[in-house]
């Protein structure tokens, strides 16, 4: 291949003037904007399917990145509508190869001569035992895996962000038939890393930033901060993120049966101005949740000179050592989980010395320019394209 590269990638962003939201959309943005900083010879086309879209429209990000919005069906399940609409771009545009962020996304352009990649950012049979709507778990989470059974062994490349994920492919058995494995951290944000880690203020101040889910298991943390409370009166626990409303009624029901009303707060989904902001008076950052992937609250707490209190689920275990960069607990044993955040609250030189261990693990590992050097490589490979 000769002269720019011209890339498309599916998957969810942010509509014109709103933050990235968490997950899938907050890593493909972070890829893009590293990818435009980095002045390679590549031309970056982003299509996105929207449910809140009503007519087609085209936005530019970052001086030169067309990111085209199109509707969703609105009478047929997304999993069968998209791959439909995705189609009809990629036939009404010349790229030299697609990279999606979702296996469905993929589904009806296997057949189509242009080489493609995709990133694996959930674990979904997994993640569908913590779904209650049976039709969500079917044409959602089974039909994902479905797709993504189907579409292993012939696609041109496959992004592991984390060793977990590799670890999930050898035990479906697929891991061997499969070509053009790379493993590739999600990217931080450089913003993240501009948050010093020694100018938090005193306040005994813990922040949640996850969608309010069972997965998420918020409702650990409040049994936290209930035993927190007696020896740390005035703790402060502040939660963020899109909810699933049943979960969060449960959720809010138990901040005012255990009296936390002054305690916990929900602010809902916030501006990445806002979380850059929470950030900078958290002391600790809890994820306890019961299944991740790659969650990028962590890798963004440790850019942050953060140290967190995470589950000792094995996707984590890759991102945190314990006592080095945070801690790795059981989170279904509340009363462990608040000695050591009593214990940390109350030592600034230790949250201190762990936030900058962090720190330092996060620029080498989830910095955004070496995540677009490694991903520019694999595009290359992919390509065939000659140093």
Not at 195 to 223: C, G, H, M, V, W
Not at 285 to 310: D, H, K, R
């Amino acid at each position: 291949m000769v002269g720019t590269m011209k890339v498309c990638y599916i998957g969810e962003f942010p509509l014109p003037n709103h933050s990235p939201g968490a997950g899938p959309e907050n890593v493909l943005y972070n890829l893009v904007k590293g990818i435009c900083k980095s002045n390679n010879n590549i031309d970056v086309s982003i299509v996105t399917i929207r449910n809140d879209v009503t007519n087609p429209f085209t936005h530019e990000y970052f001086s030169n990145v067309p990111v085209h919005y199109i509707p969703s069906f609105k009478l047929l399940p997304r999993s069968f509508g998209d791959p439909i609409k995705i189609r009809k771009f990629i036939e009404e545009n010349d790229f030299d190869l697609i990279h999606a962020h979702y296996p469905i996304a993929l589904a009806k352009i296997m057949d189509m001569d242009i080489p493609k990649i995709l990133t694996l950012h959930g674990i979904f049979h997994i993640e569908k035992k913590f779904v209650k709507n049976p039709l969500t778990r079917l044409l959602y989470h089974d039909y994902n895996t479905y797709m993504l059974k189907k579409i292993l062994s012939k696609l041109d490349g496959f992004v592991a962000i984390s060793p977990y994920v590799i670890d999930i492919l050898k035990e479906m058995n697929t891991y061997d038939k499969m070509n053009g494995i790379f493993q590739i951290n999600n990217p931080i944000d450089e913003l993240f890393f501009s948050i010093s880690s020694t100018k938090k203020d005193k306040s005994n101040f813990i922040i949640y930033p996850a969608r309010i889910t069972e997965r998420k298991n918020q409702l650990a943390a409040i049994e936290v901060i209930k035993l927190v409370k007696e020896k740390v009166p005035d703790v402060k626990l502040i939660l963020t993120g899109g909810s699933d409303k049943t979960y969060l009624e449960k959720v809010n029901e138990s901040i005012i049966k255990n009296n936390l009303t002054q305690n916990v707060e929900y602010l809902g989904k916030v501006s990445r101005d806002k979380i850059l902001e929470l950030y900078q008076k958290a002391s600790i950052v809890y994820l306890l949740s019961n299944q991740e992937t790659q969650p990028m609250s962590i890798i963004e707490s440790m850019a942050t000179g953060t140290p967190v209190i995470v589950s000792k689920i094995n996707s984590n275990k890759y991102l945190v050592e314990n006592g080095v960069n945070g801690y790795l607990m059981d989170q279904n044993d509340p009363e462990k989980i608040a000695e050591c955040t009593v214990e940390l609250l109350a030592n600034k030189e230790k949250r201190v010395k762990m936030g900058e261990c962090a720190r330092h693990i996060a620029q080498n590992k989830y910095n955004s320019d070496i995540i677009v050097e490694q991903t520019l490589e694999m595009y290359k490979k992919i390509l065939g394209v000659k140093q």
